[in-house]
């Protein structure tokens, strides 16, 4: 059965769209027998490799960012769901703008090398984790982060990386907070809130190293909250967000946990991979699935 190709042509604003040519070439190069499928609107990629999984056009290969990867593991899963006994590694030619869980598991992002590793056949199992039902693999979060992830989609004019730290700070100059209750394996907290990154992998936007000591196939989640913080204090921070440093602030708090679950007051939004995933809820609960994704990547 020949591999199946989903490509998100707007990823990175249209420069993997670009590049659809030299991906064919690339793949043919490679000998690579795939079939390719463009995704055209958000969650369609998600049809796309429910549907693979389900006529067996495996191994599945998403090209494109955070947002694809996530998109496409979430349409493994839900096929998986109906049939345990299916399961291909999932691979990924990373061509978005940040680009973090590749980047994070060493999967090149130059485009012949990145095939080179899925010919390899080298793989390693990560962790899953699920918000409210819904799958990710990197990064999920609510509070400020979410706010940052619409300020981000909200944005046009400035590109790359550099757009979600303007999208953080105009974030920060609204200054959101929440009143809220976290339980956790052997924690509680209730209290003023600011805001919830919940970790697979360290980094988060391409900068931002927001739980810096996850670790992607521990069989936990790594988190990190604050409580209400001046604008003064959050702008003091963010630099230190980009090396991970923040940690180490008294009112920044950090755990690993196998589950989460977070009741807010108002409503917040759920970000998994980058994207919001559900736009407003009052109850909140992370899990993770242990070593539930096979991933072409260097061994460690």
Not at 208 to 228: Q, S, V, W
Request: with cysteine; glycine share 8%; aromatic share 6%.
């Amino acid at each position: 059965m020949p591999a199946t190709v989903i490509l998100n042509p707007y990823a990175n604003r249209w420069k993997c769209g670009d590049q659809t040519d030299a991906i064919k070439h690339s793949l043919q190069r490679a000998a690579i027998d795939y079939s390719m499928h463009i995704s055209d609107k958000r969650g369609h990629a998600t049809e796309l490799a429910r549907m693979a999984v389900k006529i067996g056009h495996l191994p599945v290969i998403a090209i494109g960012g955070d947002g694809t990867l996530n998109e496409v593991v979430n349409g493994i899963f839900q096929a998986k769901s109906r049939n345990t006994d299916l399961m291909s590694p999932l691979a990924t030619i990373p061509m978005g703008t940040c680009n973090d869980l590749a980047t994070m598991l060493d999967i090149p992002s130059e485009l012949d090398a990145s095939i080179e590793l899925i010919k390899s056949g080298s793989t390693r199992s990560i962790d899953v984790g699920t918000a409210n039902g819904h799958y990710f693999v990197n990064n999920a979060a609510i509070g400020l982060e979410t706010e940052v992830a619409l300020q981000n989609d909200r944005i046009k004019s400035i590109g790359g990386v550099l757009r979600y730290i303007v999208a953080a700070v105009l974030t920060i100059m609204k200054r959101p907070m929440w009143q809220a209750e976290i339980s956790w394996d052997n924690g509680h907290y209730k209290g003023s809130l600011t805001l919830v990154s919940v970790g697979n992998s360290k980094r988060t936007g391409g900068v931002f190293y927001m739980t810096p000591n996850a670790i992607p196939d521990d069989g936990k989640l790594d988190f990190i909250y604050a409580p209400a913080l001046t604008r003064a204090h959050l702008f003091r921070l963010l630099p230190k967000t980009i090396k991970g440093t923040h940690i180490s602030e008294s009112a920044v708090y950090e755990h690993r946990t196998t589950r989460l679950t977070i009741r807010t007051d108002p409503a917040t939004s759920i970000q998994t991979d980058g994207e919001i995933s559900v736009s407003e809820t009052t109850e909140i609960e992370f899990n993770v699935i242990p070593k539930s994704l096979s991933i072409f990547a260097p061994q460690k």
